[in-house]
């Protein structure tokens, strides 16, 4: 071990409680349907809906399918402190009240990470522009708040030079030079834009020097540092949303597709050309090259691509790569362990809900929701249609458990940013949701959607379900908003997750989960060796570890040579396993995921009732698999490659 800091608890004032019980959730608006629907799905719906009209009869309040009653015992209950904490400049983007034209519609991302390696997680919030604003005017920044450790922060972002501007858009966070500082990639319509963490406390921008700033005419959304070829040198994925020019862009109600519900709105994104997503390789000399037809990111024609979230769906050890795109299929970006990809989301039954259907895609998360030791995708969509759960089968397919899971009834909001977070630290994953229509004319028009839209919390139940929970989970969770962006993290290392959430037009959101309760977690930062300095412990107990992992035991030999892989420095890839118990949690080390947006990386688990852990695996990206003895639980601790026990080396090359 490296390092089992058991950090305090903070001195984060307590927030008072209230629960707002007037809360309802209508289960459809009117009787009308758009083309987002189909008809199997409008059986269903409906039936669905008598169902709960019978259900409303004898319960008027909330309450109904699955959705818990207002008068439940809270499981979790989350305040905003947004101002109070000292986050409180707006998010500008487009106009207030009328979006004329697609660009002021998509909003900004969210990134915790730990800037300054103080062990405290900071917060950005990446901020965009107006069409008035002058190009060659001094536009609004994004936001970087320093952590005070006592339940405030403190705006360091000129202090820490990132001063550009411009339609910013998502945010991912990754140690791309190994230096031990986490770096900064924003992504804009326009060039985008690399900050070099300096380490001492300052940024530069190198995204030009680095070969990463693009042509300027992409319009940048979804992005996230990974180590593709497994060379310790993060690589950088960046999803394109449509190949979009102000100059010539239609006005509302110019063409079919500027027309919602009757009404004029802005054009978008159906009827525009498609944008090609982007691979840039690390070479290892601060600068990047454009691998984007070289591994067939290319190969992937008519999508409108939004968030980007990476995961090893088919555990071979290579990262592979899923993107929500809009009105359009899915893309499952599958590693063929040779510096291509093929997209594989039909085949794999990711790209569709399950009537077949394309859906509008927005953000998308990734964890272990039924605690099989596999990791399933969640994503979000528009309005009128659910969000889509797809369960990984194991086999490198997955199946939409959205109603069976629970999630068919809330149809009337539009989804954006969402993240699998074990809220209330029971073991299982709980999921946020963080909505808001796109067109302000749904207010005004009386087009049965709000532009302002509460969140959606549910708890996992434990057996493959969730329930609803937003009713009783606090006046953070009903309380409106036109949100994009949301992540979530351990902001004061005492366990509890909160969510940082960023507002069309308005300033961010701080959610903190005030209700404490018995239940216990655990949480790891990793830190990556190179090949040069990873010490290799010639153990005899290494061999015999081998056959105790059934996840891994397929995968791996009992080898302790080295290979050719490496990882990075922040251990973006790494797999992490911790047995506690009966039960198995896995997640892994990500960078950007949810709606363009970057969680803390250090990897958070629930324990439930277990005062300790059995074991924690960790499979880091050289390879090497490693196993952590004797960790306490309510700690994060810091997982050093090369410093626990090897259990083996990945050498299976499919
Ligand atoms: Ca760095
Ligand atoms: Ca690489
Ligand atoms: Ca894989
Ligand atoms: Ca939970």
């Known amino acids: 071990m490296f390092a089992a800091t058991r950090l305090s608890t903070n001195s984060l004032v307590e927030i008072p409680r209230r629960v707002d019980p007037s809360r309802t959730r209508p289960c459809y608006h009117q009787g009308w349907m758009t083309l987002h629907s189909s008809f199997p799905r409008l059986l269903c719906f409906f039936g669905l809906c008598a169902w709960l009209s019978l259900q409303s009869a004898s319960a008027p309040s909330v309450g109904a399918g699955n959705s818990q009653s207002a008068n439940a015992k809270p499981v979790v209950h989350f305040t905003d402190i947004a101002q109070k904490a000292g986050l409180t400049a707006p998010v500008i983007f487009g106009g207030e009240n009328t979006k004329k034209y697609i660009i002021e519609t998509t909003g900004t991302g969210v990134a915790i990470f730990d800037y300054d ?187 409108y691509s939004f968030s980007v979230s990476t995961l090893d769906y088919d555990d071979d050890g290579w990262p592979d790569i899923f993107v929500a795109c809009d009105s359009t299929a899915s893309i499952l970006y599958h590693n063929n362990q040779d510096g291509t990809f093929t997209d594989v989301a039909v085949v794999a039954g990711a790209a569709f809900n399950d009537d077949g259907r394309e859906q509008a895609g927005m953000g998308s998360t990734v964890g272990d929701y039924d605690g099989d030791g596999r990791l399933d995708l969640f994503k979000t969509n528009f309005s009128d249609d659910t969000s889509t759960l797809y369960r990984n089968n194991g086999d490198g397919t997955f199946d939409d458990k959205t109603f069976p899971a629970g999630f068919g009834l809330n149809t009337q909001y539009l989804g954006w940013g969402v993240m699998f977070a074990d809220f209330d630290n029971d073991g299982w994953p709980d999921l946020l949701l963080v909505n808001g229509h796109v067109y302000p004319e749904v207010d005004s028009q009386h087009l049965g959607s709000n532009f302002r839209e509460p969140k959606i919390l549910y708890h996992n139940n434990g057996n493959g379900k969730f329930t609803d929970i937003s009713a009783n989970a606090g006046p953070a969770i009903t309380a409106v908003s036109s949100a994009r962006g949301l992540a979530v993290g351990d902001l004061w290392n005492d366990g509890r997750i909160s969510a940082v959430i960023s507002n069309m037009n ?70 992490i396993t911790v047995k506690a118990g009966t039960r198995t949690l896995v997640d892994e080390v990500r960078s950007g995921s949810s709606y363009i947006s970057n969680s803390d990386m250090r990897v958070h688990f629930g324990l439930g009732s277990a005062t300790k852990i059995d074991s924690v695996q960790v499979r880091w990206p050289s390879g090497l698999v490693e196993r952590f003895d004797n960790l306490p639980v309510d700690s994060i601790h810091t997982l050093k490659e090369g410093s626990g026990t090897p259990v083996g080396i990945a050498v299976k090359k499919n």
């Open 117 to 303: 390696n103080d062990g405290w997680p900071d917060i950005f919030v990446v901020n965009g522009t107006t069409l008035e604003a002058s190009p060659t005017g001094k536009g609004p920044a994004s936001y970087l708040y320093h952590n005070n450790h006592d339940g405030t922060f403190t705006d360091v972002t000129a202090k820490a030079g990132l001063t550009h501007t411009g339609w910013g858009q998502g945010v991912c966070v990754g140690d791309y030079d190994n230096d031990g500082f986490e770096d900064l990639y924003v992504t804009y319509y326009g060039k985008n834009v690399l900050y070099h963490n300096n380490g001492n406390g300052t940024f530069t921008e190198v995204g030009e020097k680095a070969h990463v700033a693009g042509s300027g005419k992409a319009w940048g959304t979804g992005c996230a540092f990974v180590d593709y070829d497994r060379d310790g040198k993060l690589d950088l994925i960046v999803a394109n949303y449509v190949d979009y020019d102000s100059a010539t862009a239609l006005a509302p109600g110019e063409r079919p597709a500027c027309m919602w519900k009757g009404v004029p709105v802005m054009c978008g994104p159906r009827g525009l050309p498609w944008a090609k997503n982007i691979l840039y390789h690390n070479l290892g000399n601060g600068r990047f090259e454009d691998v984007t037809a070289k591994a067939h990111i290319d190969q992937t024609n008519g999508h």
């Open 506 to 575: 308005a300033p961010p959101m701080l959610l903190v989960n005030d209700l404490r309760n018995g239940n216990h977690w655990i949480a790891f930062r990793t830190v990556g060796a190179s090949p040069a300095d990873r010490p290799l412990k010639k153990s005899s107990a290494a061999s015999a570890q081998t056959s105790t992992s059934p996840l891994h035991a397929a995968s791996f030999t009992s080898s302790t040579s080295s290979t050719s892989f490496a990882s990075s420095r922040d251990g973006i890839g790494a797999k």
